[in-house]
């Protein structure tokens, strides 16, 4: 069986028609049960499809893949720590400095888009092969900036083109894995992406401390140097290069040549902008938690500025110890993904075997929510518990300690969510709800830095706090939404679901 990423990838599959090559969906003929047109009937069981790959290359493509997006998520926050200094060196206030992250995080929102139909023209590999490249010659020509406006500029190409490579992350695991197993490489690839951040803060406080503000820009090039030196022998995964590369009828640049370019990109809009603006628009389930996974992942972002700026106020701590306070977050996030596999390897597969062992099917995803439903009542108090406990008098482990209650809340709620949606929708629908809910949560990571610092300025830190804190309170029911009546939700969907998912929709359009 295929995993749900690669179902959700519009993957090219070609077919010969007069001599010249077409571009048609894969995913169609997967959903509707149909052979793969121009594809070896033998390749289910063929030893270099990726899905048969053995564990250990398996993994290491997985690793490859979540170092990448750990380098460039790194690259973006390890800016952070620089842009007092930068504001110095400029002769700018720190919030106009603090643009350039912001530029970054916004940068990545074009990653879905960019990465589905490039690696459709052109296969996973080479999108790996070259973000991180491409991405270091604008950090590096942020390095060497001589003015605000260009470094603020190169900061923004630098994210633009390497976000390919972090969102083609998840469907080249998808490529792997076979559904039964996406999970956990999911799992550890989100903690990735939500976590990663947080650790640049910390690096970036010693390359700042002992160095300047363009010692941010060099570590940045060291890290992306060395793992792309660990990338050397990353495969490719996408199935249709996979097997056009190994023919030796059919040269990669006549590949190149053939392949119907303007098809590809048709079908890659289609699926990243005008269904997945359909389905955040109209579609319940992916509204309710795109809108909270957006909301979360920024108050996340927010406390990369929030919560060194606080200790550096009101604990007069240094550069270097002001990154250690963003220790606790990533603390939450690590124990939110290890409880999230506890999880799975106990309650859910012995729900699973049950179900299985009697009528048949699969365990409703809604019962597998309840990780979301406790981060949800959780994620409020430790916004207001950081509000209020970075205090002079109050030792400074007890606001630590409530990042993290909050990292645990954060990752349980965004990891929880998009592993909901990966279990309900299926084909070009699941791609067109990855893309909605990502690049939500990078537009809302991209906003919320924005205004912390004049928030923290204006109003005290406490009540600066208690605003996200309160805002946080709306969102609450949401997920108490999906999982009292996801059921229903899923029933009257217009848009492509799994074959359980299905199949409960025409049961309940039969009961009517």
């Given at each position: 069986m295929h995993s749900p990423f690669i179902h959700h990838s519009p993957v090219s599959v070609l077919s010969n028609n007069g001599g010249s090559i077409h571009?048609?969906?894969?995913?169609?003929?997967?959903?509707?049960?149909?052979d793969r047109e121009g594809l070896d009937p033998s390749w289910k069981n063929d030893q270099e499809n990726p899905q048969n790959w053995n564990l250990q290359r398996k993994c290491y493509n997985t690793l490859i893949a979540l170092l990448y997006t750990f380098a460039?998520?790194?690259?973006?926050?390890?800016?952070?720590p620089a842009h007092s200094a930068l504001a110095v060196h400029f002769g700018v206030s720190s919030t106009v400095t603090i643009v350039g992250f912001m530029l970054f995080t916004l940068g990545l929102a074009f990653g879905p888009a960019l990465g589905i139909i490039l690696s459709d023209i052109f296969g996973r590999r080479p999108i790996f092969g070259l973000a991180l490249p491409l991405s270091c010659i604008f950090t590096m020509g942020a390095g060497l900036s001589t003015n605000l406006s260009t470094l603020?500029?190169?900061?923004?190409?630098?994210?633009?083109?390497?976000?390919?490579?972090?969102?083609?992350?998840?469907?080249?695991?998808?490529d792997m894995w076979t559904v039964e197993k996406t999970k956990f490489p999911t799992m550890i690839y989100v903690l990735g992406v939500c976590g990663g951040p947080h650790l640049g803060p910390i690096i970036g406080g010693f390359a700042v401390n002992?160095?300047?503000?363009?010692?941010?820009?060099?570590?940045?090039?060291?890290?992306?140097?060395?793992?792309?030196?660990?990338?050397?022998?990353?495969?490719?995964?996408?199935?249709?290069?996979?097997?056009?590369?190994r023919q030796k009828c059919l040269r990669i640049t006549e590949f190149i040549r053939k392949v119907n370019r303007l098809a590809t990109i048709k079908n890659g809009l289609q699926v990243t902008t005008v269904r997945a603006v359909k389905m955040l628009l109209f579609e319940p389930i992916v509204t309710i938690s795109s809108v909270y996974i957006g909301f979360v992942f920024g108050c996340m972002f927010q406390t990369l500025v929030s919560v060194p700026l606080v200790f550096t106020k009101v604990y007069k701590v240094d550069l270097i110890e002001s990154g250690f306070s963003e220790l606790g977050i990533s603390g939450g996030m690590l124990v939110s993904v290890l409880v999230l596999i506890i999880l799975e390897l106990t309650v859910h597969q012995r729900a699973q075997k049950r179900v299985m062992s009697g009528l048949g099917g699969n365990v409703a995803p809604e019962e597998k929510l309840q990780l979301v439903l406790l981060g949800s009542i959780m994620f409020p108090i430790g916004l207001f518990w950081w509000a209020w406990s970075a205090r002079e008098k109050?030792?400074?482990?007890?606001?630590?300690?409530?990042?993290?209650?909050?990292?645990?809340?954060?990752?349980?709620?965004?990891?929880?969510l998009t592993l909901y949606i990966q279990e309900i929708y299926s084909?070009?629908?699941?791609?067109?709800?990855?893309?909605?809910?990502?690049?939500?949560?990078?537009?809302?990571?991209?906003?919320?830095?924005?205004?912390?610092?004049?928030?923290?300025e204006k109003l005290t830190i406490g009540?600066?706090?208690?605003?996200?804190?309160?805002?946080?309170?709306?969102?609450?029911?949401?997920?108490?939404?999906l999982w009292k009546w996801g059921r229903d939700l899923r029933a009257v969907t217009k848009?492509?679901?799994?074959?359980?998912?299905?199949?409960?929709?025409?049961?309940?359009s039969t009961a009517v």
């Open positions: 571009a048609t969906s894969a995913i169609g003929a997967a959903s509707t049960g149909g460039i998520l790194f690259a973006g926050a390890v800016y952070l603020l500029m190169c900061r923004f190409l630098a994210a633009v083109v390497a976000s390919p490579a972090v969102a083609i992350g998840f469907f080249m695991i998808g002992y160095g300047n503000w363009a010692w941010a820009m060099w570590l940045t090039l060291i890290v992306s140097a060395v793992i792309y030196m660990l990338s050397y022998f990353m495969s490719e995964t996408h199935e249709t290069w996979v097997l056009y590369t109050i030792h400074w482990f007890l606001p630590i300690l409530s990042g993290v209650a909050l990292g645990f809340a954060g990752l349980s709620i965004i990891l929880g084909g070009d629908t699941l791609t067109s709800a990855i893309v909605a809910t990502t690049t939500m949560q990078w537009l809302l990571g991209a906003i919320f830095p924005l205004f912390t610092i004049p928030m923290y009540w600066a706090g208690s605003v996200m804190a309160f805002t946080s309170l709306v969102f609450v029911p949401l997920p108490w939404v848009f492509e679901v799994n074959v359980f998912c299905e199949k409960e929709r025409r049961e309940a």
